[in-house]
């Protein structure tokens, strides 16, 4: 930081929340904890490779309570990642920066998320069970 | 001034590749066609585990056996850890503000990125050849 008496940038904590700053902040967070979940695909296909006894640990591991809430958690991050991305790069396109526009593909992406969570979840559940 | 009169490049030359980081776009690019790439795989990839929700150990293996499931699988694994690098860089460049440390995530992102591209792609071609 500059050691001047300059004013500094406002802080989060004075905006006023809009939903198109929670939708930025929760597209930087998701990401973050997806590049933690590669990890996850990473042990999974090894110990495909390794043999059985380490895939049955894998399953274990990933059906036990704490593997299914994380697995929970990184479903709704991935879908909302993903549709936040494609948002993002319609928004590259040059499209959609209406504010109205805007708000609202801010909601599209949250609500879309969730429900493809609980899709893929109520699917899962229902037959039988995760992994 | 004299160093400047014996400077017999082109100003063009001397301007070119002199971007913000000297590779111009290249980053957000790839970032972008890794999230496209990542829209169909991802996809992909969700459905796959789905239908493999009561897979035992032999037929989890055999799906991942099948040639284009293979491919695809790798596919998926380089652009998935492609793109969370680029993110990752991203954030730390954004919140590290100093150097060496920035300098040693950066670094140690981008290593644990490429072994677990590796380690991925060789578990999946010793299940597809068999090994």
């Not at chain 1, 990890?39 to 274990?60: C, H, P, R, T, Y």
């Not at chain 1, 319609?90 to 209406?98: C, F, I, L, R, S």
């Not at chain 2, 004299?2 to 776009?25: H, Y």
């Not at chain 2, 499931?69 to 492609?82: E, G, H, P, Q, T």
Request: glycine share 8%.
């Amino acid at each position: 930081m500059a050691d001047t008496q300059r004013p500094l940038s406002p802080h989060l904590q004075i905006y006023k929340w809009q939903v198109q700053m929670v939708t930025s902040i929760l597209h930087r967070a998701t990401g973050i904890a997806l590049a933690v979940g590669t990890l996850m695909v990473l042990w999974g296909l090894v110990s495909l490779a390794a043999g059985e006894d380490a895939f049955n640990q894998f399953k274990i591991c990933s059906g036990s309570p704490l593997g299914m809430i994380l697995l929970i958690g990184w479903t709704w991050a991935l879908f909302y990642h993903l549709c936040n991305g494609i948002r993002h790069l319609v928004q590259d396109a040059g499209a959609g920066y209406a504010i109205a526009q805007f708000v609202r593909s801010s909601w599209m992406s949250i609500i879309a998320s969730i429900v493809l969570t609980i899709l893929v979840w109520a699917y899962v559940l229902t037959a039988g069970g995760a992994a | 001034m004299s160093t400047k009169a014996k400077d017999l490049r082109n100003p063009l030359k001397r301007a070119r590749g002199l971007g913000s980081a000297q590779f111009g776009v290249g980053h957000w690019w790839t970032q972008r066609v890794t999230a496209a790439a990542l829209i169909v795989l991802g996809l992909w990839f969700v459905s796959m585990l789905l239908g493999l929700l009561h897979a035992d150990y032999a037929s989890a293996r055999a799906a991942v056996a099948k040639p284009w499931n293979a491919v695809l699988l790798i596919a998926f694994v380089i652009a998935m850890f492609w793109h969370a690098v680029l993110g990752l860089q991203v954030v730390i460049e954004d919140y590290v503000h100093t150097r060496w440390k920035e300098i040693v995530l950066l670094v140690a992102i981008k290593f644990i990125a490429v072994l677990s591209v590796l380690a991925c792609t060789l578990a999946v071609l010793r299940i597809a050849l068999g090994a």
